[in-house]
């Protein structure tokens, strides 16, 4: 397992300033962890911080919005980013999730103040509040078009909203606890909801309605995803012929994040089991790769990625430190992972 470069998580605010310094440290596992500090110095002819490191670690390039900080006892170095841009404003407390519209125009974040809100991705200006939610709102996307969002809370609701007028046009009722992640079919005829129950359901947008248990766990489960299968896998039958008002489900297969250290995949129309993958420790959240490779995060800081075709042992499992992996998202070739450090 790699060792973990970490600086405090407001060294920017600490290097903007002459004489400003951010503590850094090195955690390899099983061996004590190494501390140091970064100490800026003053600014080059080209405005770039001048940056030094305690005895121990190493700084390579230094540009305006990133540094190459490297720890050469432990042979790791890494790369940290300065954010591109920071809203301060939205919420008081903890962002709980968000998320980007197609277009790149809107966000929309849940917090732990209790409060949902849409606002300006280029200036973080809030637009809309949401309100109807009893309790926290636990998860929240936009559909494809951009226009509208899809939030679930720990009321056991499922709620569909305008983007444009904040206005509430349906909620689906059926789950018998709250509701921790949802996906979108498509171009969003259909939802999918997972939930504290242990269920996971397919909604019809257009007539509010459940068209089934995908899957019943006994375990609460925790994320989910949908992606289109790989052709040499066998999703399974039907036991009877899915409804008219499912659009886009045929060859989907349905991951499933357990609390219960499993990662399922379900045939989406079919209902019908396709894999069970035992892990290290409660699966929080799972996503495609593509057809073919998928990964999932752990409670306890594994990443796994896997092969749907053959889920008997992984191809490989990330450890970058025992914080909780929450949140996974593809990104050009590879992905970014969000864990509770």
């Given at each position: ?280 420790d409660a699966f929080n ?25 053959n889920t008997n042992a ?28």
């Open positions: 397992m790699a060792a973990t470069l970490r600086i405090q998580s407001d060294w920017t605010q600490a290097l903007r300033r002459d004489e400003g310094e951010a503590w850094l440290s090195c955690r390899s596992p099983g061996k004590p962890t190494l501390y140091g500090s970064l100490t800026r110095r003053g600014l080059s002819t080209e405005g770039v911080p001048d940056i030094a490191a305690s005895e121990g670690f190493v700084v390579g390039e230094v540009t305006k919005k990133s540094i190459l900080i490297s720890c050469p006892h432990e042979n790791v170095s890494t790369k940290f980013l300065a954010p591109y841009t920071t809203f301060c404003r939205i919420h008081q407390k903890s962002i709980t999730c968000l998320d980007i519209s197609s277009g790149g125009g809107l966000g929309v974040s849940t917090s732990t103040d209790g409060t949902m809100k849409i606002w300006q991705a280029a200036n973080g200006e809030i637009r809309r509040l949401l309100e109807g939610h009893v309790y926290d709102v636990n998860c929240c996307r936009f559909f494809p078009s951009g226009l509208v969002v899809l939030s679930g809370g720990m009321d056991a609701q499922l709620k569909i909203w305008s983007a444009e007028d904040a206005s509430c046009v349906v909620t689906f009722k059926g789950h018998k606890g709250g509701i921790l992640d949802t996906a979108i079919v498509d171009r969003g005829r259909n939802v999918l909801s997972c939930s504290r129950d242990g269920t996971a359901r397919l909604w019809d947008c257009g007539k509010s309605a459940c068209l089934g248990v995908v899957a019943d766990c006994g375990s609460p489960v925790n994320g989910v995803a949908v992606g289109t299968a790989d052709n040499s896998l066998n999703l399974g039958t039907p036991e009877k012929a899915p409804s008219e008002r499912e659009i886009g489900t045929e060859g989907k297969i349905l991951l499933l994040a357990r609390e219960d250290k499993k990662l399922q995949g379900v045939g989406l129309q079919s209902r019908q089991p396709v894999f069970l993958f035992v892990g290290s959240c799972c996503m495609f790769l593509s057809s073919t490779y998928i990964l999932a995060g752990t409670q306890d800081g594994n990443i796994y990625q896997l092969d749907v075709r992984p191809i490989q499992v990330i450890h970058r430190s025992g914080a909780p992996v929450l949140s996974l998202l593809p990104y050009r070739d590879g992905f970014i992972a969000s864990q509770g450090n």
